[in-house]
Structures are given as C-alpha cells and as structure tokens.
C-alpha cells in the first residue's frame, strides 16, 4: 500500500480499505498493509536501503500502529 523513496518520501499507492496485491496470497492481502522500501543503489552495492528511508519507514509504521489502535511497533 506504501513506498518509501531512498530519501525519505512516503507514498500511497492504494488506501488502506482497498485490498493490494503484494504477497501473493488473498487471505493476507485482504488482512495487511504493505510498506515497500526502496534501495537507493543497485547489485553492485548490495541493493542498500538508506538510513532516511528506514527512518521514514519506522515513523510510517509507527503512526498505523497508532491509527490502528495496534499498540507499540
């Protein structure tokens, strides 16, 4: 449902009530929310993912958790 940019920006790709295809099976795509880090460099530096992304990506997990009433991440 989410992507986070190599620096840091968060994108939606499908509301949270909307069902994604992301991990190959309806009964969980149906029952998750996806977050896509993207790497910020290739193979050849072994498909590193930036600190700003997984900052980024931390804080997003965060506030579903917070939304969701989920308790702590």
């Known amino acids: 449902h989410y992507a986070i940019s190599p620096t840091g ?19 969980s ?3 998750s929310i996806s ?3 993207s790497n910020s460099a290739g193979a050849a530096q072994d498909w590193p993912i930036s ?5 980024a990506g931390a804080h997003l997990v965060a506030a579903i958790c917070c ?3 989920l308790g702590r991440p």
């Open 35 to 37: 977050i896509e880090h």
């Open 9 to 27: 920006h968060i994108g939606q790709a499908v509301n949270d009530k909307d069902t994604a295809w992301s991990n190959a099976n309806a009964y």
């Open 67 to 69: 939304y969701y009433d």
């Open 29 to 31: 795509n149906a029952r």
């Open 51 to 55: 600190p700003a992304t997984l900052e």
